[in-house]
């Protein structure tokens, strides 16, 4: 791992160094086998990046390194380790548990909260304090969750169980969320994959259209080619060879 | 994983392995003595008594491994498991002594069975000299262990077909083997059941060792001429003479050799069964596989009331009844079904014995609430291959005999100077309680989706946040529930508490046991009503702290501009 000057930190958000997401992987993988190896990722803010590939060829685990979440990811397995680094508006991140890093997860499953209602799944992601530093009240916050609420088309469904959303309605909920959290750059893992292709179709534009609103950049991982959002912008992985003495 | 984190790992392991560890060491040692394992041998009663633990703990572990397949496979056939599943704490929360005694209730000559046939059928005017109380034969202890085990098992089994993960791919598979041209019962035996089987080993092992080890059920309901040889080694432990106790220690480690070797015995075999069922799955031998089927699921309409849970939950109610109504009999003479005079005597007697049930209360509260702290710091701190690798010794006091269990803790006891202390005593309770908390844990944790740590983590969120906010709330009803099953074992303790507690301190328990062997039929079965209601209490409790969130049905329609 990259050792960073602590300094770092305090550059990025406030002096303008808005430069995007930088990720450069010398090697991911366990101790006896390299996931990924040898790859550079540039996300300008505001542009989407496509990582593509076929299963199992690390997709996942590169979207896990960038947001520090790699512990999770190898559940069971042989833990996973990232050589390399990972830069966020100037910030070197390798180093920071995920909850500092400022890098939002939409996943597959939409994963609301079953025991929260949707509006207080999305309050949940409503950060304390704003980027000015100064703290929210309760209102200001409930005032957000409602503009998120609205810009998803679920004006009025606040109170509702989460499991009572259609698919549609829950990935909405799972982008807004992510959103609320104001994040600095956004990673999104297949998330239209367990949608229909016409729902798929109606989504996309959507989160597309949100995301880069937010003038931060994204990471999306798919399979499907007409998930790419930016033609210029795709990143093809190849999955690894199997290492010849592997056990 | 911090050198802090690492430190606090190390250091629950310790809390729970070293109490163990010793506990077994005391034992060990005490168990080279020639002379006591010579006696041991010497004694006409010994072979007799082992003779009569293995029937009964065989038979009546059988027995409930087929009820808990069938079980087990017809709930799931008819989609009813769910249901039928949630009477479960209710039979759980009986403890074994309040079984035995209500199954005496029924069955001794004096009992109800015979009542109500009496003298109509029967002729008699008085209680016949039968033995079908503490027969000869330990049916009356099969049969009590029999209805005992069943809900244990069916519960460890709960805890793993409810489920989110594994309930959606069970499901899925076992309709697909369907659409794959196998008819429902055999669905379930040859996809569900393979799967389930290996998940139930640990627990069934414990009922095994439960059965063949038994003291507090087998004085009530067990043989006599000769006991089983746990109640055997139980009465030479309790003996003054010094080599009359050692000759108690080395029956205690003969009946360890006993378990393990029949736990060795019972993988073996299940392991033989699940290689034949590949074989015949293979088509080599489908026909034992479809008789096998039809063995598994005798009941092909799909609406017909499963005799078996029904039977099950009649009797439990039966014997509920049984102490509700014997708490509150005075004098009743031999054929009338209804006693002459009701009282409340028994109950004012208990009530001015209030601190046997404070004792109670607090001995369950403070082991199951400190065993639920334990279980729940290890589970979030512990790396998964050391839980995987510690979780046989912690659940070690569930498998191994608790005359051993006694004589280990106790002599711990001794040596910190706790033996009699409330402390001493509730850490004894700890002790036991330990595995059934964790095992009621572990498949709610082992259900958690790993990404959605990540996604509070990715929302801004520290651990803190993740733990009181998402995960905790969402374990909400398994941790409940953990708890009211380390209290249910805690006031059942029989042993340990007469043992460790040096006699000092009387629980509902103990004296439900007690007064089994006298002739207050009133008082013995208050007690044993308390027995079991405090557990239900306890259930109730938790069913209450983790009832599901209730949410709007439909959310009022607001106007939006």
């Known amino acids: 791992m990259t050792d960073t000057p602590q300094d770092g930190l305090h550059h990025g958000m406030n002096d303008g160094m808005n430069d995007g997401l930088h990720v450069h992987?010398?090697?991911?993988?366990?101790?006896?086998?390299?996931?990924?190896?040898?790859?550079?990722?540039?996300?300008?803010?505001?542009?989407?990046?496509?990582?593509?590939?076929?299963?199992?060829?690390?997709?996942?685990?590169?979207?896990?390194?960038?947001?520090?979440?790699?512990?999770?990811?190898?559940?069971?397995?042989?833990?996973?380790?990232?050589?390399?680094?990972?830069?966020?508006?100037?910030?070197?991140?390798?180093?920071?548990?995920?909850?500092?890093?400022?890098?939002?997860?939409?996943?597959?499953?939409?994963?609301?909260?079953?025991?929260?209602?949707?509006?207080?799944n999305l309050l949940f992601a409503v950060p304390a304090c704003g980027t000015n530093g100064i703290s929210r009240t309760n209102a200001q916050r409930q005032a957000r969750v409602q503009q998120a609420l609205q810009e998803a088309d679920l004006s009025g469904m606040g109170e509702r169980?989460?499991?009572?959303?259609?698919?549609?309605?829950?990935?909405?909920?799972?982008?807004?969320?992510?959103?609320l959290a104001e994040p600095q750059a956004l990673l999104l893992d297949e998330p239209?994959?367990?949608?229909d292709a016409a729902l798929r179709a109606q989504l996309r534009p959507w989160v597309f259209a949100h995301v880069r609103e937010r003038r931060i950049p994204v990471v999306l991982v798919t399979h499907d080619e007409q998930d790419v959002a930016d033609p210029q912008r795709v990143v093809h992985l190849r999955a690894m060879e199997e290492s010849t003495n592997h056990v | 994983m911090s050198a802090l984190a690492l430190f606090a790992v190390w250091l629950l392991a310790l809390i729970a392995a070293v109490p163990i560890g010793a506990?077994?060491?005391?034992?060990?040692?005490?168990?080279?003595?020639?002379?006591?394992?010579?006696?041991?041998?010497?004694?006409?009663?010994t072979w007799r008594a082992w003779g009569m633990t293995l029937w009964t703990g065989l038979a009546s572990t059988a027995l409930a491994?087929?009820?808990?397949?069938?079980?087990?496979?017809?709930?799931?056939?008819?989609?009813?498991?769910?249901?039928?599943?949630?009477?479960?704490?209710?039979?759980l929360a009986t403890p074994h002594a309040a079984m035995a005694i209500g199954l005496v209730l029924w069955l001794s000559p004096s009992g109800w069975a015979l009542r109500l046939v009496s003298p109509g059928l029967t002729g008699f005017s008085a209680p016949p000299p039968w033995f079908t109380t503490q027969d000869p034969w330990g049916l009356g202890l099969i049969l009590a262990l029999w209805f005992k085990e069943v809900p244990f098992l069916l519960w460890v089994a709960a805890t793993q077909m409810q489920r989110e993960d594994l309930r959606r791919r069970w499901q899925a598979e076992y309709a697909l083997a369907q659409t794959l041209g196998r008819p429902p019962?055999?669905?379930?035996?040859?996809?569900?059941?393979?799967?389930?089987?290996?998940?139930?080993?640990?627990?069934?092992?414990?009922?095994?060792?439960?059965?063949?080890?038994?003291?507090?059920?087998?004085?009530?309901?067990?043989?006599?001429?000769?006991?089983?040889?746990?109640?055997?080694?139980?009465?030479?432990?309790?003996?003054?003479?010094?080599?009359?106790?050692?000759?108690?220690?080395?029956?205690?480690?003969?009946?360890?050799?006993?378990?393990?070797?029949?736990?060795?015995?019972?993988?073996?075999?299940?392991?033989?069964?699940?290689?034949?069922?590949?074989?015949?799955?293979?088509?080599?031998?489908?026909?034992?596989?479809?008789d096998w089927a039809a063995v598994f699921h005798r009941g092909r309409l799909p609406l017909r009331p499963n005799v078996v849970w029904t039977l099950i939950l009649s009797t439990y109610a039966a014997i509920w009844f049984a102490l509700t109504v014997g708490s509150v009999s005075g004098v009743w003479p031999f054929p009338q079904v209804w006693p002459e005079l009701w009282t409340l005597n028994a109950w004012q007697q208990v009530a001015s014995s209030a601190h046997t049930v404070w004792t109670t209360l607090g001995l369950g509260v403070a082991s199951a609430s400190v065993c639920l702290l334990w279980s729940v710091a290890w589970l979030e701190l512990a790396p998964r291959r050391w839980q995987q690798a510690l979780q046989p010794w912690f659940l070690l006091p569930l498998v191994l005999p608790s005359v051993l269990?006694?004589?280990?803790?106790?002599?711990?006891?001794?040596?910190?100077?706790?033996?009699?202390?409330?402390?001493?005593?509730?850490?004894?309770?700890?002790?036991?309680?330990?595995?059934?908390?964790?095992?009621?844990?572990?498949?709610?944790?082992?259900?958690?989706?790993?990404?959605?740590?990540?996604?509070?983590?990715?929302?801004?969120?520290?651990?803190?946040?993740y733990l009181w906010r998402v995960k905790w709330p969402l374990l909400q009803r398994?941790?409940?529930?953990?708890?009211?099953?380390?209290?249910?074992?805690?006031?059942?303790?029989?042993?340990?508490?007469?043992?460790?507690?040096?006699?000092?301190?009387?629980?509902?328990?103990?004296?439900?046991?007690?007064?089994?062997?006298?002739?207050?039929?009133?008082?013995?079965?208050?007690?044993?009503?308390?027995?079991?209601?405090?557990?239900?209490?306890?259930?109730?409790?938790?069913?209450?702290?983790?009832r599901p969130r209730r949410f709007e049905k439909i959310a009022p329609m607001k106007a939006t501009p």
């Open chain 1, 25 to 120: 992987i010398e090697r991911l993988g366990s101790a006896h086998h390299a996931l990924v190896s040898g790859l550079r990722l540039d996300v300008p803010p505001g542009e989407i990046l496509t990582l593509m590939g076929p299963s199992g060829c690390g997709k996942s685990s590169v979207l896990a390194a960038i947001a520090g979440t790699l512990a999770s990811v190898s559940e069971g397995l042989l833990p996973l380790q990232l050589q390399g680094s990972v830069q966020l508006n100037g910030r070197e991140l390798s180093n920071l548990p995920t909850h500092q890093r400022g890098v939002g997860l939409v996943f597959q499953d939409a994963l609301l909260f079953p025991h929260m209602t949707v509006a207080e």
């Open chain 2, 478 to 546: 398994a941790i409940a529930s953990a708890w009211a099953v380390g209290f249910a074992v805690s006031v059942a303790q029989y042993l340990p508490t007469l043992y460790v507690g040096a006699g000092r301190f009387a629980t509902v328990t103990t004296e439900a046991v007690t007064l089994a062997a006298g002739s207050q039929r009133s008082l013995m079965s208050a007690y044993a009503a308390l027995q079991m209601l405090l557990p239900i209490a306890a259930f109730a409790l938790a069913a209450w702290l983790g």
């Open chain 2, 405 to 465: 269990w006694v004589v280990g803790l106790y002599s711990l006891a001794l040596h910190t100077r706790l033996e009699g202390q409330w402390l001493g005593l509730s850490l004894a309770h700890a002790v036991m309680v330990l595995p059934y908390v964790l095992l009621a844990l572990v498949p709610a944790y082992q259900a958690v989706d790993p990404r959605q740590a990540a996604l509070v983590a990715s929302l801004g969120h520290g651990r803190w946040v």
């Open chain 1, 161 to 179: 169980d989460p499991s009572t959303l259609s698919g549609g309605q829950r990935a909405r909920v799972a982008l807004m969320r992510a959103l």
């Open chain 1, 192 to 195: 239209f994959s367990k949608l």
């Open chain 2, 65 to 91: 491994w087929i009820t808990v397949a069938h079980v087990l496979a017809s709930g799931f056939i008819r989609q009813q498991l769910g249901r039928w599943l949630s009477h479960l704490p209710a039979l």
């Open chain 2, 23 to 45: 506990a077994l060491w005391a034992v060990g040692a005490q168990m080279l003595d020639a002379a006591a394992w010579q006696a041991l041998w010497a004694d006409p009663q």
């Open chain 2, 185 to 290: 019962a055999q669905a379930f035996a040859q996809i569900i059941w393979p799967q389930l089987a290996p998940r139930l080993r640990w627990p069934l092992l414990a009922v095994l060792a439960y059965g063949l080890t038994v003291v507090d059920m087998a004085l009530i309901i067990g043989p006599a001429t000769p006991p089983t040889l746990a109640v055997l080694a139980w009465q030479w432990l309790s003996d003054a003479d010094l080599l009359t106790q050692s000759q108690g220690v080395a029956a205690a480690g003969w009946l360890t050799g006993t378990v393990l070797v029949a736990g060795v015995v019972t993988v073996v075999a299940l392991r033989a069964l699940a290689a034949l069922r590949k074989f015949a799955s293979r088509g080599l031998l489908l026909q034992t596989a479809e």
